[in-house]
């Protein structure tokens, strides 16, 4: 082969690897400058961003308040009792929607998602984020609610999901993660939880009972 082409074949060869390496140091490298716009339209949309001003409305806000009377998809809320847990100023003494195995499973997996943590699996208040607290010796630290002990049994189903859904001392309101339904199917949990630390022999039929002599 003529030195020439061979010297062309070479360069043609590094100049293929130059995109390779462009892309190894788009992917692993950091810049301060902006990065290379290939799609324009992509990042600089004609579109109102949040907290900005803009002259197209007569207020100067880009942000809008929600149209009155608006509801979004799947979040019709359903009467005050279901909604809020109460009856006028009362809480709600029993669950309000139906309670079956179904919606148990469905709470305790949401408890163990979002409550766990901190009151533990069986809702002693021995999570593992009170354990590490604790562990650091954390003064400004609130330890977890047992809620299994008898002065949390003894509240009425609504107070239970009014601090699910509001939150207290420095656990958060879960009304974001959690739907309504979801909220009544943690309750329901808890009372499983509170159930199985006072349940006894006399909950059982008498061929349960036989059983376990």
């Known amino acids: 082969m003529p030195r020439p082409l061979l010297y062309v074949g070479l360069v043609l060869i590094a100049l293929t690897l130059i995109p390779l390496g462009l892309l190894i140091v788009a992917r692993h490298g950091t810049q ?24 197209l409305f007569e207020d100067g806000r880009a942000m809008r308040k929600w149209v ?3 509801v979004a998809r799947g979040q019709i809320r359903p009467n005050a009792v279901v909604a809020d847990g109460r009856t006028g100023e009362n809480w709600v003494a029993n669950i309000p929607v139906a309670v079956s195995a179904e919606s148990i499973a469905r709470g305790r997996e949401k408890f163990e998602i979002y409550c766990a943590p901190c009151h533990g699996l069986a809702g002693r208040g021995d999570g593992l984020v009170h354990r590490r607290a604790s562990s650091l010796g954390e003064a400004t630290w609130t330890p977890p609610t047992d809620i299994t002990t008898d002065a949390v049994a003894a509240q009425p189903a609504g107070q239970i999901y009014s601090t699910i859904t509001n939150g207290i001392r420095n656990m958060p309101s879960y009304a974001p993660q959690l739907t309504v339904q979801d909220r009544w199917d943690v309750v329901s949990y808890v009372r499983a939880l509170q159930r199985s630390v006072r349940g006894s022999t006399e909950d059982l039929d008498d061929d349960a009972r036989a059983s376990l002599r």
């Open 32 to 55: 301060d400058g902006p990065r290379i716009q290939v799609v324009y339209d992509m990042d600089q949309q004609d579109k109102l961003r949040t907290q900005r001003s803009t002259d």
């Open 68 to 70: 009155d009377g608006t």
